[in-house]
């Protein structure tokens, strides 16, 4: 995304605040979960969305800054958690103290309109640091504020939304839960229609705790040996590659038969797993991995986790191989390892990490040859509407790390539905990383029928 104008991008940012509750809340300490507050989760997750100036809407005229604003301060009387600060206890138990003190919000003015932002919105977003400043001392986990928003209005009407929450309190589907109050509160709904449930208990070690099924997500090794851990943040580079109907076509054409019936997001998700692998050109033997991000809340795990509950409800079962297979064998091998992963996910499993965390002192992700990639697609956060319509963009703002990356559903500016990957690697490593993803997605003349004759029997 890159303005058009000739004058320099600026933002105006004024003084930040405090949003504190609309009415009293409690004040006490509310236990995270086990699955909360592991390591791996003790980091701030940023969102943003741009939406258009919507001259038919009921919000013609309204400025988003002081409705966003109210909005928030009602929907924190549910939530009200998210107005307190982390103190951390004993094991290093990460606690809510619901003290009301508030979270910070920010107000300002872009100069630019949404146009001159580019003909395509999606990340990597050049002028993030202006549209999602962060405060100095904000971004701490304990005593911080959990929830930073800044509302950036522009100058043709439309305004960007940036957020940043603490990943410990709720993960994606638990904030979206929380965003729709806000949507709510602003239509002037008294009361959320899911009503928020914390019992974070549900989600905490037994006693005594057992771990009962094998984690290798959680591996511990010697950290020097991770490729990626010295490398300068300033030679990371943020990057999104779109899987539209041709790339997905030509990657299915290469799993043998058992295997074409596999989802999009597991197609991608070898692909990447593999691309990336040969882009780090790591020793052969290396063992490889790729922590599938599941959510518990599907109802085929027969977890019962009760409607309103916003704690972090996943977890990350790892596909695992040496490089050198990973490379060399075909696009299937890393397939079935995707789906194996997968299939190992299970009330059982979740209940399992709880226990370990309890058990190994919130131990963090395997960070040596590890790969985490999360499809963000169910959780709701492009649906987000605060009155002004559908956002032009509504997701991540980028890949959160190197380890870390994101897919969701998106349509390109040719109107080709497809998932954007956002990925992060180091400048050399993302150039051949782009290599390999053209040899993995290079569309044929072969595919080019295929996708048209599909598209045409689509019609019918």
Same mark, same amino acid.
């Given at each position: 995304?890159?303005?058009?104008?000739?004058?320099?991008?600026?933002?105006?940012? &004024?003084?930040?605040?405090?949003?504190?509750?609309?009415?009293?809340?409690?004040?006490?300490?509310?236990?995270?979960?086990?699955?909360?507050?592991?390591?791996?989760?003790? #980091?701030?997750?940023? $969102? $943003?969305?741009?939406?258009?100036?919507?001259?038919?809407?009921?919000?013609?005229?309204?400025?988003?800054?002081?409705?966003?604003?109210?909005?928030?301060?009602?929907?924190?009387? #549910?939530?009200?958690?998210?107005?307190?600060?982390?103190?951390?206890?004993?094991?290093?138990?990460? @606690?809510?103290?619901?003290?009301?003190?508030?979270?910070?919000?920010? =107000?300002?003015?872009?100069?630019?309109?949404?146009?001159? @932002?580019?003909?395509?919105?999606?990340?990597?977003?050049?002028?993030?640091?202006?549209?999602?400043?962060?405060?100095? *001392?904000?971004?701490?986990?304990?005593?911080?504020? @959990?929830?930073?928003?800044?509302?950036?209005?522009?100058?043709?009407?439309?305004?960007?939304?940036?957020?940043?929450?603490?990943?410990?309190?709720?993960?994606?589907? *638990?904030?979206?839960?929380?965003?729709?109050?806000?949507?709510?509160?602003?239509?002037?709904?008294?009361?959320?229609?899911?009503?928020?449930?914390?019992?974070?208990?549900?989600?905490?070690?037994? +006693?005594?705790?057992?771990?009962?099924?094998?984690?290798? =997500?959680?591996?511990?090794?010697?950290?020097?040996?991770?490729?990626?851990?010295?490398?300068?943040? +300033?030679?990371?580079?943020?990057?999104?590659?779109?899987? *539209?109907?041709?790339?997905?076509?030509?990657?299915?054409?290469?799993?043998?038969?058992?295997?074409?019936?596999?989802?999009?997001?597991?197609?991608?998700?070898?692909?990447?797993?593999?691309?990336?692998?040969?882009?780090? &050109?790591?020793?052969?033997?290396?063992?490889?991995?790729?922590?599938?991000?599941?959510?518990?809340?599907? /109802?085929?795990?027969?977890?019962?986790?009760?409607?309103?509950?916003?704690?972090?409800?996943?977890?990350?079962?790892?596909?695992?191989?040496?490089?050198?297979?990973?490379?060399?064998?075909?696009?299937?091998?890393?397939?079935?390892?995707?789906?194996?992963?997968?299939?190992?996910?299970?009330? =059982?499993? $979740?209940?399992?990490?709880?226990?370990?965390?309890?058990?190994? *002192?919130?131990?963090?992700?395997?960070?040596?040859?590890?790969?985490?990639?999360?499809?963000? /697609?169910?959780?709701?956060?492009?649906?987000?509407?605060?009155?002004?319509?559908?956002?032009?963009?509504?997701?991540?703002?980028?890949?959160?790390?190197?380890?870390?990356? #994101?897919?969701?559903?998106?349509?390109?500016?040719?109107?080709?539905?497809?998932?954007?990957?956002? $990925?992060?690697?180091? /400048?050399?490593?993302?150039?051949?990383?782009?290599?390999?993803?053209?040899?993995?997605?290079?569309?044929?003349? =072969?595919? #080019?029928?295929?996708?048209?004759?599909?598209?045409?029997?689509?019609?019918?």
């Amino acid at each position: 995304m890159a303005s058009k104008q000739s004058q320099p991008f600026s933002v105006t940012r &004024q003084a930040p605040e405090l949003i504190a509750p609309a009415k009293p809340t409690p004040h006490e300490l509310k236990r995270l979960s086990d699955i909360d507050d592991q390591e791996g989760l003790r #980091f701030h997750v940023p $969102i $943003i969305f741009f939406f258009r100036n919507n001259p038919s809407s009921a919000m013609k005229g309204k400025n988003p800054a002081k409705v966003i604003r109210d909005s928030l301060s009602k929907a924190l009387v #549910f939530y009200y958690p998210f107005a307190g600060r982390l103190r951390e206890g004993d094991n290093r138990k990460l @606690l809510v103290e619901c003290n009301g003190e508030g979270v910070l919000f920010v =107000e300002a003015d872009a100069n630019v309109t949404l146009d001159e @932002l580019g003909p395509e919105i999606q990340p990597p977003f050049a002028c993030l640091d202006e549209l999602l400043y962060v405060v100095p *001392g904000s971004d701490g986990i304990i005593g911080c504020p @959990l929830l930073y928003i800044q509302v950036t209005r522009l100058e043709c009407g439309g305004f960007i939304l940036a957020l940043r929450w603490n990943h410990t309190l709720t993960d994606a589907y *638990g904030f979206t839960q929380f965003l729709k109050t806000m949507e709510q509160m602003i239509q002037g709904a008294p009361t959320p229609s899911t009503i928020p449930v914390w019992q974070r208990d549900l989600l905490s070690a037994r +006693n005594p705790p057992r771990i009962t099924r094998i984690h290798h =997500e959680y591996e511990q090794f010697d950290d020097s040996m991770d490729s990626l851990k010295n490398t300068n943040p +300033n030679d990371l580079v943020n990057k999104a590659f779109f899987f *539209g109907p041709e790339e997905i076509t030509s990657l299915r054409k290469k799993l043998p038969p058992h295997l074409k019936n596999c989802s999009s997001f597991e197609l991608i998700m070898a692909c990447v797993w593999r691309c990336r692998t040969a882009a780090l &050109q790591l020793d052969p033997n290396q063992i490889v991995r790729l922590s599938c991000l599941i959510s518990v809340l599907n /109802k085929r795990y027969n977890f019962h986790l009760p409607e309103g509950y916003y704690g972090n409800a996943f977890a990350l079962p790892a596909a695992r191989s040496k490089a050198e297979l990973l490379c060399k064998r075909g696009l299937g091998y890393a397939v079935e390892l995707v789906k194996s992963a997968k299939a190992q996910m299970s009330g =059982e499993y $979740i209940q399992s990490v709880a226990d370990l965390m309890e058990m190994k *002192g919130r131990i963090k992700f395997t960070s040596v040859g590890n790969f985490i990639l999360s499809y963000v /697609k169910n959780s709701g956060l492009a649906d987000v509407e605060f009155g002004w319509g559908k956002a032009v963009y509504g997701g991540p703002t980028g890949a959160v790390s190197s380890m870390m990356s #994101f897919c969701l559903e998106f349509k390109n500016m040719e109107g080709k539905s497809g998932i954007l990957l956002l $990925i992060c690697l180091p /400048k050399s490593t993302m150039e051949r990383f782009q290599e390999e993803m053209k040899k993995m997605t290079q569309v044929t003349m =072969e595919d #080019f029928y295929d996708i048209n004759s599909a598209l045409k029997i689509s019609r019918l």
